[in-house]
């Protein structure tokens, strides 16, 4: 099946450190991916829509400029966590979609940001 | 508002047992309605995928039913085992095929 590979699974930092991860789509091309954040016993809470070769839609109230996002080829989405503090500490998870726009949206295995 | 429920509360079942879990929608009209496993620390893994004209689908012993009148879909698990104890999330797909939007998950906890 569809495979969706995320790196780094767990990263812990100092605040202040800016922190990438890495979103790959290893078997299929994802003209978008996904990017949520969760917290403990919660949903997965939508960041921003990324599409590739344009600019990312971020949903309300997320800061653009605090998480930067590019996707740049059809099977790679990167998130960056600038300047970090301990309040974003939190599990990242990307997801990306296969072009056919009714087929299933499939999952990193998430980052686990802890953030000193 | 739109709203997906999920029971907060953990089903607890035997093994050997059938699990049902319930996604209650309002305010929605989806493209289509899907189920995930989630294990502790992990990403979420698909399961099924069900579209508003479809009633039923069925996947080894897993079995999704959708009744778009009572915004409902039920998820059932037959002959459950221990493995099969996760959190299960249900999540919706907008009409526009814009924006998958999950539920808050249940937790299936199966006894040996």
């Known amino acids: 099946g569809a ?7 767990r990263v812990i930092c100092k605040s202040g450190t800016s922190v990438k991860i890495e979103c790959r789509s290893l078997d ?4 978008t991916m996904f990017w949520y954040r969760q917290f403990p016993k919660q949903s997965l809470m939508l960041m921003a829509t990324s599409n590739e070769g344009s600019k990312a839609t971020y949903e309300q ?6 998480f930067l996002i590019n996707h740049a080829s059809l099977t790679l989405s990167t998130l960056t966590v600038t300047s970090a503090h301990p309040e974003d500490s939190s599990f990242y998870i990307c997801s990306a979609r296969p072009q056919v726009r009714d087929q299933p949206q499939h999952f990193g295995d998430g980052t686990r940001l802890s953030i000193l | 508002s ?13 093994e050997g047992k059938t699990a049902t879990l319930t996604c209650n929608y309002t305010n929605y009209s989806p493209a289509y309605l899907q189920w995930y496993r989630q294990d502790p620390g992990r990403g979420p893994v698909f399961l099924l995928l069900i579209r508003e004209n479809e009633k039923e689908k069925r996947k080894e012993r897993l079995k999704v039913t959708f009744d778009t009148t009572l915004k409902q879909s039920l998820f059932h698990i037959t002959a459950s085992q221990p493995a099969d104890s996760a959190t299960y999330l249900c999540a919706l797909m907008n009409s526009g095929y814009s924006t998958l939007t999950f539920g808050k998950g249940t937790m299936l906890l199966v006894s040996p």
């Open chain 1, 61 to 66: 109230g997320v800061e653009k400029d605090k």
């Open chain 2, 2 to 14: 739109q709203k997906i429920e999920q029971n907060s509360e953990a089903l607890n079942i035997q």
């Open chain 1, 3 to 9: 495979v969706v590979s995320q790196h780094p699974s």
């Open chain 1, 28 to 31: 299929f091309q994802a003209t």
